[in-house]
Every structure is written in structure tokens, then in C-alpha cells.
Nanobody, 115 residues
Framework: QVTLVESGGGLVQAGGSRRLSCATS????????LGWYRQAPGKQRELVAV???????NYADSVKGRFTISRDNAKNTVYLQMNSLKPADTAVYYC?????????WGQGTQVTVSS
């Protein structure tokens, strides 16, 4: 069973930056797609960004131009660089990986943006 472990969450002021990391227990090439989702209090979990094994990326409209997803194959890690953060970005951020077995999820990391 492949596991995903997120890190990098915390408290940041509006306009600031934060980088989240998601380390996979196995080879990153086991995954067809890796992505970041988030869930704010009282809201459904939503897609933030995804990256395919070929490096194709896709972003939610709300984060386009501010967030960047990337992957380091040698480190089996996917990143989410978040810039120009807004209070509306406050949420628990989850790493997701889709492979031949289905979906794997990390435990989540809290990001809080203060105004």
C-alpha cells in the first residue's frame, strides 16, 4: 500500500507564500496523476491542482496564476507552491495520488491565512 505524507502547512499572512510537500512511500511513477485538494470548514473538498506522470498540469480557476504544482521524481515528492495567499485559501490541504489500485490520500495539512 502506497502512502502519501504531506508537510509544510502552517499560519501565513495574506499576501505571503507557502510551499507544501507530499512524499510518496513508493515510486512516484506508480501514480498516473498526483494532485492537491483542499477542504475549508463547512465546505466540500475541492480540486486545487493536478500533475500527470507526463508533467501536464491543471489548476482550479481560483488559484491560477498564484499556485504552482510540480514534482521531483528523484525525491518521489510533489509540491504545491502557493503565492499571494488569501484568507479564502484557508483550508486543510490533502495530497492525492491515483494509480492502478485507485486513489490514495494523505492525512492533510492545515494552511491558515490571516488577514
Amino acid at each position: 500500500q502506497v502512502t502519501l505524507v504531506e508537510s509544510g502547512g502552517g499560519l501565513v499572512q495574506a499576501g505571503g507564500s507557502r510551499r507544501l510537500s507530499c512524499a510518496t512511500s513508493g515510486s512516484i511513477f506508480s501514480f498516473f496523476v498526483l494532485g492537491w485538494y483542499r477542504q475549508a470548514p463547512g465546505k466540500q473538498r475541492e480540486l486545487v491542482a493536478v500533475i500527470t506522470s507526463g508533467g501536464i498540469t491543471n489548476y482550479a480557476d481560483s488559484v491560477k496564476g498564484r499556485f504552482t504544482i510540480s514534482r521531483d521524481n528523484a525525491k518521489n515528492t510533489v509540491y504545491l507552491q502557493m503565492n499571494s495567499l488569501k484568507p479564502a485559501d484557508t483550508a486543510v490541504y490533502y495530497c492525492n495520488g491515483r494509480g492502478g489500485w485507485g486513489d490514495s490520500w494523505g492525512q492533510g495539512t492545515q494552511v491558515t491565512v490571516s488577514s
